[in-house]
């Protein structure tokens, strides 16, 4: 019977263009806030899983998991960096559940970061396509942007529906992001900016596109056996992870719409909870494109094929609304260092379900659930998160 | 209570200089071997972990997990990559076994792969040297070599050993190397041919050095649950696994050839599986460089300090020796596709263990150890595998 899993400790550095921090900086300040958080001794910490895609390529550093030990002052501790494209985040998150879950750990942290202001902006287009088949879909000339734009084109084709529609969903994220004070970009943005904004890949427009970023998430989790010994007055659980592959090339999809990894993925999840979809009161969508975050609305069955927009159009992703989602900006605006994602989405969740999530908090909320997407979602991890005090 | 875990599959390619194959190619073909050998049906598997270290930066190719997933014909299983630099393949082998120990998995998979010969050597070097701290060791001009030549300069000086007496641990590897149909290099090689070999870095000689080479091994692993549907004549149990970091660059270390990393994580994995350094009856030790070789003997406890060359020249590692030790070749010649290697190790081990080791036969073997080292030993990871019918 695996064990209990909870978030004891939460921490993070504002997404944004940290020249005056490295990325080993940046990791050791959140992992270190993280385990503040938690009330516990460093020492207490027993495996680390480092969420990073692009620290080979870009920083020429691997062996993170024993870099960042070292760095924080952990030496000793088991290690190790986890990749899934931009789901590292969650794909490590996924391992670190795992190990306190087995009982074999009893706590252990993980933090997701990326730096990716040094580089030059080409160098993270190469570095961001090695999440793609290098030698049928790179070797073409193809980008992960304009891998997106087809779906998106095919989304707006197939529905009838107005790229306007779609694009109000970064709109939304932008105004959720005015309150959150570890965002890349706490400002709004009208529909009419984004649509004027230049296009990237046809259809998608730059305020469409999540940005490039330097940041770095952690969580201590911990099991059952290690909350015996400790009191904390507010407690997350995590109530669900599962992660789920689709075929990596989205031109090989019978269905490139159906995100069916998301809907594999979500099911898997949300049964291990013993919730259903309509019980999430907080959503954290992976929405690199905005053409993700309203699939997404779809695959988790927020709305049926092709009307996912309306959600957004309606008013129903802000507090208060059916579902709120992406409350701290989403990846549009409270930022995208890559393998950091997966983090700072359930970073954004445990501040909601603890009732920190100051002007952006929704009421009452009790369960969040975050979807983290790697490539063009051919790795899904799913998390759900309850609050049991 | 974490759940017992068992190796059920195994399957590699030939490690060697494959021109003709991929990547993707070799990963997929050890883990349908692996999956064949388990007599499971490979849908039967849920989880699947990659061991890699250098994809990114050799082959312009991270999410390994879908990839591998995508052309094994497995998509939808939940799939990562796990890096730990030259222990990568040990690292993704600790996850697996975690996520089988959890109950959450009942049967997963693992494959460790490397694919280096498609490089320029020079790149090689470089993405080696990913596994060192960039900013203040690689930055210096130190390259891998070079600096697993500043440990054995210091094991030289310090106990008065004299060179021939340490290199003598690559003439063992090829000798064990010759009836091993996986290995690299199935030949042997002379003392006097080790020690005429050119000078690599200083007292390093090249036949001292693991070669280059792509390779894949894969295992299949499965816990108590999954057992009881399935019935294996033969079966070896994963009775100990661990994982421990030390100061990740050498010279910040109080004693660079204690290997303290080593001697904490075998001692967990030893504790583990209820046994000691004297129950082992065969030995996989990291021989990246013969110094390393030595310092794992010492570490372990089968030679005092300054004494591990010893058991080398009495003939105590061969079949029918004190510490039968890579019985198979080793790195130096079975070969060291890197992030494969931990994976080999075991493959190596189950072998013998299921008593199919051939010629290199550890007569009546029970309990098998590996250690997989990452970077000059900042990641350890111990296997601890013992044939339970």
């Known amino acids: 019977m695996a064990k209990r899993v909870f978030v004891i400790g ?11 921090r490295s990325l080993r ?9 993280a385990i503040k ?8 910490v027993e495996a680390l899983y480092v969420g990073n895609m692009m620290s080979g390529e870009l920083q020429g550093q691997e062996h993170l998991g024993a870099l960042v030990a070292t760095w924080a002052g952990m030496v000793g501790v088991a290690a190790f960096k986890v990749e899934a494209a931009c789901a590292s985040g969650g794909a490590a998150l996924h391992q670190a559940y795992l190990a306190a879950a ?5 706590c252990v942290a993980v933090v997701g ?10 160098d993270v287009t190469s570095a961001l396509l090695t999440a793609e088949d290098q030698e049928y879909v790179v070797f073409t000339g193809a980008t992960f942007v304009g891998l997106n734009a087809l779906v998106y084109r095919m989304y707006l084709t197939k529905y009838g529906v107005k790229q306007e529609d779609v694009a109000r969903f970064a709109v939304h994220c932008h105004k959720m992001a005015v309150n959150n004070p570890y965002a890349q970009f706490r400002r709004e943005a009208t529909l ?8 990237i890949a046809d259809p998608i427009r730059l305020l469409e596109c999540a940005p490039v970023g330097d940041g770095a998430a952690a969580l201590v989790l911990c099991n059952e056996d290690f909350l015996r010994r400790n009191s904390h007055d507010v407690l997350v659980e995590v109530a669900g992870s599962a992660v789920a592959t ?3 090339s989205v031109h090989e999809r019978k269905d490139p719409l159906a995100m069916a990894g998301s809907r594999k993925a979500a099911e898997a999840a949300m049964k291990r909870a013993g919730i259903e979809a309509k019980d999430v009161d907080v959503l954290e969508v992976h929405d690199a494109f905005t053409i993700l975050g309203i699939l997404t609305l779809e695959a988790l069955g927020y709305a049926p094929p092709g009307k996912g927009w309306q959600l957004v159009a309606e008013g129903e992703l802000e507090p208060g609304g059916k579902i709120p989602t992406n409350t701290m900006g989403g990846l549009k605006a409270r930022g995208h260092p890559v393998g950091g994602t997966g983090i700072y989405q359930v970073f954004d969740i445990v501040r909601q379900l603890r009732g920190e999530a100051g002007p ?4 009452g909320a009790e369960i969040g659930l975050a979807q983290n997407l790697g490539g063009v979602a051919g790795t899904v991890v799913i998390h759900v998160l309850r609050r049991v005090r």
Chains 1, 2 share one sequence.
């Open 37 to 44: 958080d938690a009330g516990i001794d460093k020492r207490d």
């Open 10 to 20: 939460a921490g993070a550095t504002k997404v944004g263009e940290h020249w005056d």
């Open 192 to 199: 009419e900016d984004v649509m004027s904004s230049p296009l």
């Open 246 to 248: 689709d075929v990596l």
């Open 113 to 122: 970061v990326e730096k990716m202001t040094d580089a030059l902006p080409s």
């Open 102 to 106: 087995s009982g074999l750990y009893d």
């Open 360 to 363: 952006s908090q929704v009421e």
């Open 25 to 33: 900086d940046l990791a050791v300040e959140a992992l270190l806030a």
